[in-house]
């Protein structure tokens, strides 16, 4: 089953077995990306307090968001067919489905008691070992500039042109190829949004450890460690209601969010959760 598919699968299961409550809180921001601002992010939040969140700067496929999933219309509505439009070959589309994704798994973790661990660092518990080579997939300013300060060089794959460029430490290229060399890596998140990430993955096949990270990388963790990924860290919504106010003000999430990771091995996998969440009903499990 394709990726995409399984995680609408993923969603259907929570659909059967629980009633995921409507969408309370919703921000779509006019993204305006800009090199001297860091990213932005929108957000998916439950009546329950369950919140998911998108990454906001995808380009071209975004602009009008604001316009075209006005808040007004959202609110109240039902998060699992707003998840289901992941099936589409939109990216504005695709990513607000990611939010409302990541809102029904942290729905699902609050209704079965299952709070992820708290992530060490930003590096999320990747390895730097200076004279190694760090595959990213996917450009992350801050983590490129922790890895080369390490002494790590990196390897950045892109999709954008503009971007490409070769400098001693730093290599950002369109070719999948390059990531041959490379001892780590870390995918980004957006790569669910324009799902790429089934299709990089088999270039990854040399590294020890393939992580999954970022705010829009918290869905269903089984469903993306079963293509082999070694973790995944998002950003786990504490308060949706002080984030939303935040993110209205322009400002950021602070204490209202926290990093998480999820070892692979470590995660009591979606079956399991729903089984505690719901325990009266009985088929709620994968086929």
């Not at 998916?44 to 219309?73: F, N, P």
């Not at 409302?100 to 079965?112: K, S």
Request: hydrophobic share 45%; net charge neutral; aromatic share 4%.
């Amino acid at each position: 089953m394709k990726l995409r598919d399984a995680l609408i699968a993923a969603v259907d299961r929570v659909a059967a077995c629980c009633m995921p409550p409507p969408i309370a809180q919703v921000y779509v921001p006019e993204a305006r990306p800009a090199a001297h601002r860091d990213a932005e992010f929108g957000l998916i939040g439950l009546a329950d307090g369950s919140a998911g969140l998108y990454y906001a700067w995808m380009g071209a496929s975004q602009a009008g968001m604001a316009g075209r999933y006005a808040a007004s219309t959202l609110m109240g509505s039902d998060v699992v067919a707003l998840a289901r439009r992941y099936a589409s070959d939109d990216d504005a589309e695709r990513s607000l489905a990611l939010a409302a994704m990541g809102a029904l798994t942290a729905f699902v973790h609050a209704r079965a008691g299952y709070v992820p661990p708290t992530a060490g660092g930003s590096m999320a518990g990747v390895t730097l070992v200076p004279g190694e080579r760090l595959g990213m997939i996917g450009h992350f300013p801050p983590l490129v500039r922790q890895a080369r300060a390490a002494g790590v060089a990196v390897t950045v794959i892109e999709r954008k042109v503009h971007m490409v460029q070769a400098e001693p430490g730093l290599e950002i290229t369109l070719d999948p190829t390059a990531l041959a060399g490379c001892s780590e890596i870390i995918v980004t998140g957006a790569t669910l949004i324009n799902d790429s990430l089934e299709d990089m993955l088999p270039y990854c096949c040399g590294a020890r450890r393939v992580t999954l990270l970022g705010p829009t990388a918290g869905v269903f963790p089984d469903v993306l460690m079963a293509r082999g990924l070694a973790a995944v860290g998002g950003l786990r919504i504490l308060n949706a209601g002080v984030a939303h106010t935040r993110m209205l003000a322009g400002e950021r999430l602070g204490d209202s969010a926290e990093r998480y990771l999820i070892a692979a091995g470590d995660y009591p996998g979606l079956d399991r959760l729903l089984d505690v969440a719901q325990p009266q009903r009985r088929d709620c499990r994968s086929p």
